[in-house]
């Protein structure tokens, strides 16, 4: 079962900054190490929610019993839904996640200016 993820991965990446505490004022080989930490949590975020979400969509729109080698028009309507949801969710709660961290944000901003 395969499925293409295309997602708006902003509000992660601004979590993982956040997350991880980064500063502007670090040098360029620290900047460095970081982005590339940040890049691989980016990765490892995105892998999980493909995992998630192909485990949950199979087991709810696939049965465990072959009868045809394809996906029928029902189970490819229900993956296809059941990823649309999924995505959806993801989305919500991700922009819900950059709006409770915003201030949070505007904190650290000012602490580094001082």
Not at 58 to 85: H, M, N
Request: hydrophobic share 40%.
């Amino acid at each position: 079962l395969e499925f293409f993820v295309t997602s708006d991965a902003n509000w992660e990446h601004s979590f993982v900054f956040r997350f991880l505490n980064l500063s502007t004022t670090m040098s360029s080989s620290a900047d460095a190490v970081n982005m590339q930490i940040v890049a691989d949590l980016e990765i490892e975020m995105m892998a999980d929610l493909y995992r998630r979400m192909s485990s949950a969509c199979q087991k709810k729109c696939i049965p465990t019993t072959y009868r045809d080698p394809d996906l029928s028009k029902g189970e490819a309507i229900c993956v296809d839904r059941c990823v649309a949801k999924y995505l959806e969710v993801h989305d919500k709660l991700g922009k819900k996640l950059t709006q409770l961290t915003a201030p949070d944000e505007k904190v650290l901003q000012k602490l580094q200016q001082h």
